[in-house]
């Protein structure tokens, strides 16, 4: 069974940073592209970060310069760095392994999502 769980969410000031993490279970995880999204209440999902499985990787322009999308391969981890945070940043945080966006995946799992709170 394929597992991804989340975890490093939480409370942070603007400015400050958090770092998430993703572990992946039950399949080859260094062989897969992976990504972070986020979803704000109200708002549609959006693709954060990709890397694929050469270490490739692309953020958006909103997090650019300020999130750094990594992954540990020997763990199994995927990681999404987050500094510079701002009130714009909070929402429920995903990972995903072979997700469509920019992937091109066909087969994506998801994790269960970590929540981001950041207060001005």
């Known amino acids: 069974e394929v597992r991804l769980v989340e975890s490093g969410g939480g409370s942070a000031q603007a400015g400050g940073s958090l770092r998430l993490s993703c572990v992946g279970s039950?399949?080859?995880?260094?062989?897969?592209?992976m990504g972070w999204f986020r979803q704000a209440p109200g708002k549609e999902r959006e693709n954060v970060a990709n890397i694929d499985a050469d270490g490739k990787n692309n953020t958006a322009d909103s997090v650019k310069g300020r999130f750094t999308i990594s992954r540990d391969n020997a763990k199994n981890t995927l990681y999404l760095q987050m500094d510079g945070l701002n009130v714009q940043d909070t929402g429920m945080y995903y990972c995903?392994?072979?997700?469509?966006?920019?992937?091109?995946?066909?087969?994506?799992?998801w994790g269960q999502g970590t929540q981001v709170t950041v207060s001005s």
């Open positions: 995903a392994s072979d997700p469509e966006e920019w992937c091109a995946g066909g087969h994506p799992y």
């Open positions: 039950g399949y080859t995880f260094k062989n897969y592209c």
